[in-house]
């Protein structure tokens, strides 16, 4: 089965970055669509940004609200998935995972899709 781990979250200040991976276990990446999500204190988890498999040429979508400031990229040689967090703004605050998906022609962010596998989550904190 395929597992997540997600890192690189933190407490960094507002203006600054932060770029989270996604490591996978136990099956190649190349055929999976991954998705990036948050989830903030008291508030309904989102999709913020996504990258479909190498043989879906990896295109990417992201949520208006972070477009222009994230970048989502992978590494199916190192089994990586990273979203690339600039620009950051208390708002971006929250719990974000990762999760795969191989059914799906593209990626999507809608965290109600049944994805396959989710990892446990990375803290990120945007605080002056």
């Known amino acids: 089965q395929l597992q997540l781990v997600e890192s690189g979250g933190g407490l960094v200040q507002p203006g600054e970055s932060l770029r989270l991976s996604c490591a996978a276990s136990g099956f190649s990446l190349d055929y999976y669509h991954i998705g990036w999500f948050r989830q903030a204190p008291g508030k309904e988890r989102e999709g913020i940004a996504c990258?479909?498999?190498?043989?879906?040429?990896?295109?990417?979508r992201y949520a208006d609200s972070v477009k222009g400031r994230f970048t989502v990229s992978r590494d199916d040689s190192k089994r990586a998935v990273y979203l690339q967090m600039n620009f950051l703004t208390p708002d971006d605050a929250g719990v974000y995972f990762c999760?795969?998906?191989?059914?799906?022609?593209?990626?999507?962010?809608?965290?109600?899709?049944?994805?396959?596998?989710w990892g446990q989550g990375a803290q990120v904190t945007v605080s002056s």
């Open positions: 990258i479909s498999s190498s043989t879906s040429r990896g295109s990417t």
């Open positions: 999760a795969a998906d191989s059914i799906s022609s593209f990626c999507n962010l809608y965290p109600e899709h049944r994805f396959e596998s």
